[in-house]
């Protein structure tokens, strides 16, 4: 079993930056992917950002540019860094831990970008 924990959504201004973090616990020597997905109201979950444990990403053509992932081995907590923010960024963020044989989900933070 996987346990991950997410934290770092607020509230932000148009054009503002937060930092969201998700520590991982339990059989994480399975895990091959961690990444963030996302899901806003009324639509369905997405791709945000992926990273492999070798440190290959993947991402969403909407973030492109502006927000980063990045994966710390020793602390087992990867984060995303999300910057210029959009109100269309708004959305309940999920981390997600990826083994070869299950997907394990956070229990979401809410981001809001508004002014």
């Known amino acids: 079993q996987v346990q991950l924990v997410e934290s770092g959504g607020g509230l932000v201004q148009p054009g503002g930056s937060l930092r969201l973090s998700c520590a991982a616990s339990?059989?994480?020597?399975?895990?091959?992917?961690m990444g963030w997905y996302r899901q806003a109201p009324g639509k369905e979950r997405e791709l945000v950002e992926t990273?492999?444990?070798?440190?290959?990403?993947n991402y969403a053509d909407s973030v492109k540019g502006r927000f980063t992932i990045s994966r710390d081995g020793a602390e087992n907590t990867v984060y995303l860094q999300m910057n210029s923010l959009k109100p269309e960024d708004t959305a309940v963020y999920y981390c997600?831990?990826?083994?070869?044989?299950?997907?394990?989900w956070g229990q979401g933070t809410q981001v809001t970008v508004s002014s």
């Open positions: 339990g059989s994480i020597f399975r895990i091959k992917t």
């Open positions: 997600n831990g990826r083994t070869a044989l299950s997907d394990y």
């Open positions: 990273i492999t444990a070798a440190g290959s990403t």
